[in-house]
């Protein structure tokens, strides 16, 4: 503006010096008015090249501006970028930044792809202790109620809040077992270095959840089940070693009450023997599915022999077996673990059904299922004991199962088998009336 003003007035005093010269007409007039008309050419040059160099350096600090609050869509491109290298050398930083920009993205994304499929909650926080980044999982499976840039004290979760504090206290690698939502999860604090100059500084933290929910669930069965299977072989143990110790104790004893306390000790051993039978069956049916052989099976064949097997059985309690097969019901399966599936229903209907009762057996065709229908007139099930019995070692009436050498390991078998040949079991029963098992399998139609 004061160049511009300058300019101004000296072109008014040379108009006033052209004037006088006219006026006067002497030589220091004309030399004064040539001075004055090459200060005005010059002014006049200089004042054009300030206003053409004024337009470029707005846009090239506009540029840079836009460049330092990564906003980088605004380029200098004007017909003087041939000639000057500056804004050209500057189009090249911005198209330069863009491309990074662009990798930095695409790396993101992967980084999200990535996450986003593992099936663990992750959550990253930097050294502030604000949230980063986190992945579905996390977001889904722990209710949280964070955002981005959150500092990690708006978690609401006391005990993930305690473990990702404690974690920033030692900045090392920590791992715990948390109880969050009803779920077990095992948690690794990983922290992260970035080296400058071969000087790694602490820049964060990696959390990483790994839901051990399921895992867990297994080992209280375990415990409970190792628990279960020491008592139930307690007993029989604990009768062999009575027995013992009464023989034992004098030799004179009489041929009857030595056969009695052999008798005690073999009926005890066969039971204990069954037991153990049965728990390695129920450990192979779930650990080694080689041990099923499938092949074409007739439903309707099998469960004849299985009567077959123990017609004796019934005909001993005068009990009425009634019969409604369909012919030729074929499945996929293994044709031995089938047979000991139904004679283990079949025999519990037995047992536990009195003299002179009715058991009924039954097949038919259901939405595109073949279904076995095992049901008696016996003593029933309590409402509140349905849930339990496929248990392992799990019995309704305890004495009445060990009378008949059960070992509370038939259903629990019963079930693993048919989850091996993706069949489906239901009970329905009535205290007092009798009991109904009702089995589901996928008919083979090839």
Request: aromatic share 10%.
């Amino acid at each position: 503006m004061i160049k511009i003003r300058t300019f101004i007035v000296t072109f008014i005093l040379s108009i006033i010096i052209i004037f006088g010269g006219f006026m006067l007409g002497s030589i220091k007039a004309y030399m004064l008015l040539i001075l004055s008309l090459l200060s005005l050419t010059i002014h006049g040059m200089i004042i054009f090249f300030y206003l053409i160099y004024k337009r470029d350096y707005d846009n090239l600090n506009q540029t840079i501006e836009n460049i330092i609050n990564d906003n980088i869509d605004g380029k200098i491109i004007t017909k003087f970028i041939k000639q000057h290298k500056l804004n050209a050398n500057l189009n090249r930083i911005v198209k330069k930044i863009e491309k990074l920009s662009f990798k930095k993205e695409e790396h993101e994304l992967t980084i999200r792809i990535l996450t986003n499929n593992i099936t663990h909650p992750i959550i990253y926080i930097d050294r502030d202790g604000r949230i980063r980044y986190t992945n579905h999982q996390f977001l889904n499976s722990i209710d949280a109620n964070i955002e981005i840039n959150d500092i990690y004290e708006k978690l609401r979760i006391q005990s993930i809040f305690k473990f990702i504090d404690d974690a920033f206290i030692f900045e090392s690698k920590v791992s715990d077992y948390l109880s969050i939502n009803d779920r077990f999860y095992h948690i690794n604090a990983i922290p992260v270095r970035n080296s400058v100059y071969d000087i790694f500084s602490f820049i964060g933290i990696l959390f990483i959840f790994d839901d051990i929910t399921e895992l867990k669930k297994y080992e209280v069965l375990q415990r409970e089940f190792l628990a279960d299977a020491s008592h139930e072989l307690k007993t029989p143990l604990s009768a062999i070693k009575g027995a013992s110790e009464i023989l034992l104790e004098r030799e004179n004893h009489s041929k009857a009450t030595v056969r009695e306390f052999l008798t005690i000790i073999k009926s005890e051993n066969e039971r204990m023997e069954k037991i153990v039978n049965d728990i390695l069956l129920i450990s192979r049916l779930e650990n080694d599915k080689g041990i099923i052989h499938f092949e074409e099976v007739d439903l309707t064949k099998l469960i004849y022999k299985v009567v077959e097997i123990l017609k004796p059985k019934i005909n001993a309690k005068s009990q009425i077996l009634k019969l409604n097969l369909t012919d030729k019901l074929m499945i996929s399966g293994d044709y031995y673990r089938l047979k000991h599936v139904f004679l283990n229903l079949l025999l519990n209907s037995i047992n536990y059904t009195d003299e002179n009762k009715n058991i009924y057996v039954k097949s038919y065709i259901k939405d595109d299922n073949i279904v076995i229908s095992i049901k008696d007139e016996g003593i029933g099930i309590a409402k509140e004991a349905l849930p339990h019995i496929f248990e392992r070692f799990y019995r309704i009436d305890k004495a009445r199962s060990r009378e008949t050498g059960g070992t509370g390991l038939g259903l629990a078998i019963v079930k693993s088998t048919l989850d091996i040949h993706k069949a489906k079991i239901e009970v329905n029963s009535i205290l007092n009336e009798g009991t109904e098992f009702l089995i589901y399998f996928k008919e083979n139609r090839n």
